[in-house]
């Protein structure tokens, strides 16, 4: 009985044994199973997860090209219409967009420039339109598709072209460049206000002053304590500047005896030629037609009359030409009469005082009573011009272009001076901005 027992007892361990033995192989190939499913489902969704993820970074990377082609499409258009400034035909203009763009990094994309645009709002206006496309590859989403990814970039650059100037101040950096101040109201019909400087307030209006023109025009900014009247609705800053209008005008030589003022006199007339001690003039003197070379300083003081010899407007002998040599200067007090205009014919041909190109820096007063008129261009390169008193030129004709200007006065000033060999004004630059 007890060796049965002990059979049964081992056939029970036996059993427990292999039964064991059996649960831990059937586990183990199941664990070994699940490895496998895991390590199969992993492969079919890895690439679901790249291509997710690589999407995310390559819309990133679509978005950062659209921006960057945009970039490169405005400077295009921009170049574009730089050169459509310069009277270009389309084949130039084209032929600058596209340099644009190629210079900017747009590669293998293609470049459509339009002139006018043949859509938009500005199909009737003076401007370029351009049209980039180019296609990207993919990277990562290239598992699910092999075509290339489009991208379309469009800008139009508008130019707007400004009236005439009646004045223009040169400097390129000056702070005031152009400034109306004090009690002033001046008008300037048919014409704007030209600053070809980048600083901020380049025109600036300040005091109680009064200004009317058909627009205010500045490379840099404006700036008005009063409102200004204007035709275009805004001021024009970021303009491109303008050009010198008398930079290839020829300074005048000196020749023949110097030239003398006789202060002792009351009443005289003066030829033109060169005063080499400069000009004094007190009375009543009466300037004959011809260029003065004043190699001095010019100046007319309290209660004199000065007068051309002839009407100075007859448009046949009349008209004198002042050349201020050097960095000499005219100071005319504000109690004197003058009646001055610039010829009408020749070289000097609507200019009335000029300043030496070769000066240094310097200013000029203008002044004069409602009686006094100053027809013709007042042209100082290197000086500072200070215009006062109520007066202007023959019909209102009187431009002002030089290094920089202070206005303060009450006076009226027109465009239309073709008659009195003024020509059709001074140009200012036209503008150009990105619009579309």
Known sequence: MAGIAWVRSAMASSGRFFRDLFFRRVFRRFCDGKGGNVATIFAFTLPIVVGGAGLGVETSYWYYSSLKLQAIADAAAYAGALEKVQGSDTAAITAAATTSAASNGLGGGTVVVNTPPTSGPNTAKKAV????????????????????????????????????????????????????????????????????????????????????????????????????????????????????????????????????????????????????????????????????????????????????????????????????????????????????????????????????????????????????????AIYFPRQKVNYLGNFSGQKGCTQVVADTIQWSGNSTINQNCKDLGMGDGIPAAPSVAIVE
């Open 129 to 376: 339109e351009v049209i980039l496309n180019q296609n990207l590859d993919r990277m990562f989403t290239s598992i699910f598709t092999q075509t290339k990814v489009p991208e379309r970039a469009r800008a139009v650059a508008l130019i707007t072209d400004a009236s005439k100037a009646c004045v223009l101040a040169l400097n390129q950096s000056a702070s005031q460049a152009a400034l109306f101040s004090g009690s002033s109201s001046v008008k300037f019909n048919g014409c704007s206000v030209m600053s070809d400087s980048m600083a901020n307030d380049a025109i600036k209006v300040q005091g109680s002053a009064g200004l009317q023109t058909d627009c205010l025009i500045s490379v840099g900014g404006v700036s008005l304590n009063n409102p200004v009247t204007t035709v275009c609705k805004a001021p024009i800053t970021q303009a491109l500047p303008a050009a010198d209008p008398f930079s290839n005008l020829p300074a005048p030589t000196a020749s023949g005896s110097c030239q003398k003022v006789n202060n002792g006199k009351t009443t005289q007339t003066l030829k033109s030629g060169t005063y080499c001690s400069g000009m004094d003039l007190s009375g009543n003197v009466a300037l004959s037609p011809g260029v003065y070379v004043v190699q001095g300083n010019l100046k007319i003081n309290a209660g004199a009359v000065i007068t051309c010899t002839t009407p100075c407007n007859d448009g046949v002998t009349d008209g004198v030409t002042i050349y201020m040599a050097g960095s000499n200067t005219v100071s005319i007090n504000g109690n004197a009469s003058v009646n001055l205009s610039a010829p009408t014919l020749g070289t000097y041909s609507g200019v009335l005082f000029y300043g030496d190109r070769t000066g240094t820096a310097a200013q000029s007063t203008f002044n004069g009573t409602a009686d006094s008129h100053l027809t013709g």
